[in-house]
C-alpha cells in the first residue's frame, strides 16, 4: 500500500529547518482498516535528519503497523509544536526540550519518543582548523557548512557538543488530547519509527541505500547522505537505554538552564514534559 505525501512548497525548501527490543509489527493491515494520519515535519522530509521516519515509510514499517501515514510540513520545531498542540495534527517532530519552551505558554504537547541519547547539534571544524573545543572558536568567523561541501570530500573534523551542553535529539511529539484518546497508535507509530532508527543503527551504509531509494532527491549525492547517517548513527542515536527514551535527569538539567537563563519565566514539572510509555 502506497502513502501519500504533502507537496512541499518552493518557500518551505527554502525556509530549512527548525528552532531524530522492538518486537514484530504484526502482520500487514489491509488499506480498508489503515488508520489515516498525518505526521508534521519542522522542515522539508528530504532531508537525512529524518532518516528513521522515511525508513519507517518506505520500508513498510508503518503499514505493517496498520497506520497509513502522510506528511506535512511546518514553519519550525515552534510551529509544530502549535499545530500539534492544537490538534491540527496528531503527531509532529521537534528537538526533545521543545516542550520546555511551549508548555509553558499553554501548548499541551510532550515528546514520547527521542531518536537518540546523545545531542543533536555538532560542531564541524575544517580539519586543518587546529580547533579541539568551543572555546577555541573565539574570534573566529562562523559559517554553515553544506551537504554539498561534505559530497566535495572537505576533510572536517566533528566535535560532539554534548560533551559540553546536555542538549537533545528529535523526538516525537504528541498532545496531551492524542495520548488519551488514541495510545495505541502512538505506541504502533513510535514503534514503527524506532526500527526505522535501529535500521541506520545497525548498518548506515545499506540505510543510505534505501533512504536515496525512497528521497530520490538525492541521486547522484549519495555522499553526503552517506556522511549524514553514519554521524547520526555514531554520535546522535546511542546512549539509550531502552531505543527511544527520554532521559528525565537531562530534560531537567535543560529546564535549569532555559530558566536561569530567562528563556523561560517559570518550570513546569518534568513529568509533564515526556512520557516513556509508547517506547515499550
Same mark, same amino acid.
Given at each position: 500500500?502506497?502513502?501519500?505525501?504533502?507537496?512541499?512548497?518552493?518557500?518551505?525548501?527554502?525556509?530549512?529547518?527548525?528552532?531524530?527490543?522492538?518486537?514484530?509489527?504484526?502482520?500487514?493491515?489491509?488499506?480498508?482498516?489503515?488508520?489515516?494520519?498525518?505526521?508534521?515535519?519542522?522542515?522539508?522530509?528530504?532531508?537525512?535528519?529524518?532518516?528513521?521516519?522515511?525508513?519507517?515509510?518506505?520500508?513498510?514499517?508503518?503499514?505493517?503497523?496498520?497506520?497509513?501515514?502522510?506528511?506535512?510540513?511546518?514553519?519550525?520545531?515552534?510551529?509544530?509544536?502549535?499545530?500539534?498542540?492544537? @490538534?491540527? !495534527?496528531?503527531?509532529?517532530? *521537534?528537538?526533545? #526540550?521543545? &516542550?520546555? /519552551? %511551549? +508548555?509553558?505558554?499553554?501548548?499541551?504537547?510532550?515528546?514520547?519518543?527521542?531518536?537518540?541519547?546523545?545531542?543533536?547539534?555538532?560542531?564541524?571544524?575544517?580539519?586543518?582548523?587546529?580547533?579541539?573545543?568551543?572555546?577555541?572558536?573565539?574570534?573566529?568567523?562562523?559559517?554553515?557548512?553544506?551537504?554539498?561541501?561534505?559530497?566535495?570530500?572537505?576533510?572536517?573534523?566533528?566535535?560532539?557538543?554534548?560533551?559540553?551542553?546536555?542538549?537533545?535529539?528529535? @523526538?516525537? !511529539?504528541?498532545?496531551?488530547? *492524542?495520548?488519551? #484518546?488514541? &495510545?495505541? /497508535? %502512538? +505506541?504502533?507509530?513510535?514503534?514503527?519509527?524506532?526500527?526505522?532508527?535501529?535500521?541506520?543503527?545497525?548498518?548506515?551504509?545499506?540505510?543510505?541505500?534505501?533512504?536515496?531509494?525512497?528521497?530520490?532527491?538525492?541521486?547522484?549525492?549519495?555522499?553526503?547522505?552517506?556522511?549524514?547517517?553514519?554521524?547520526?548513527?555514531?554520535?546522535?542515536?546511542?546512549?539509550?537505554?531502552?531505543?527511544?527514551?527520554?532521559?528525565?535527569?537531562?530534560?531537567?538539567?535543560?529546564?535549569?538552564?532555559?530558566?536561569?537563563?530567562?528563556?523561560?519565566?517559570?518550570?513546569?514539572? %518534568?513529568?509533564?514534559?515526556?512520557?516513556?510509555?509508547?517506547?515499550?
Amino acid at each position: 500500500m502506497s502513502t501519500r505525501e504533502t507537496k512541499i512548497s518552493r518557500r518551505l525548501l527554502l525556509a530549512g529547518g527548525s528552532a531524530f527490543g522492538l518486537g514484530l509489527l504484526g502482520a500487514p493491515a489491509s488499506s480498508q482498516s489503515a488508520e489515516k494520519i498525518t505526521y508534521l515535519f519542522p522542515a522539508p522530509p528530504i532531508l537525512p535528519a529524518f532518516g528513521p521516519i522515511r525508513l519507517a515509510q518506505g520500508k513498510g514499517y508503518f503499514t505493517a503497523a496498520g497506520l497509513e501515514v502522510s506528511f506535512a510540513v511546518g514553519r519550525g520545531g515552534v510551529d509544530v509544536a502549535k499545530q500539534v498542540g492544537a @490538534g491540527n !495534527a496528531p503527531l509532529g517532530g *521537534i528537538v526533545a #526540550d521543545g &516542550p520546555i /519552551m %511551549v +508548555r509553558g505558554n499553554g501548548v499541551p504537547v510532550k515528546i514520547v519518543a527521542v531518536f537518540g541519547g546523545k545531542g543533536f547539534m555538532q560542531l564541524v571544524v575544517r580539519e586543518d582548523s587546529g580547533i579541539e573545543k568551543p572555546a577555541d572558536l573565539k574570534g573566529k568567523t562562523i559559517t554553515v557548512m553544506s551537504y554539498q561541501d561534505q559530497a566535495a570530500g572537505v576533510k572536517v573534523k566533528v566535535i560532539p557538543t554534548d560533551e559540553y551542553f546536555p542538549h537533545m535529539a528529535q @523526538g516525537i !511529539a504528541v498532545s496531551d488530547q *492524542i495520548i488519551k #484518546d488514541k &495510545p495505541e /497508535m %502512538v +505506541r504502533k507509530f513510535v514503534h514503527a519509527a524506532l526500527h526505522g532508527m535501529k535500521d541506520i543503527m545497525d548498518d548506515p551504509n545499506k540505510a543510505t541505500d534505501d533512504f536515496v531509494r525512497f528521497v530520490p532527491e538525492w541521486k547522484g549525492k549519495e555522499g553526503a547522505v552517506r556522511f549524514a547517517l553514519n554521524m547520526y548513527a555514531k554520535l546522535v542515536y546511542p546512549g539509550q537505554k531502552e531505543p527511544g527514551e527520554v532521559n528525565a535527569e537531562r530534560l531537567a538539567k535543560l529546564q535549569e538552564f532555559y530558566l536561569a537563563k530567562g528563556f523561560i519565566q517559570k518550570a513546569t514539572p %518534568v513529568e509533564e514534559l515526556y512520557s516513556n510509555a509508547f517506547i515499550k
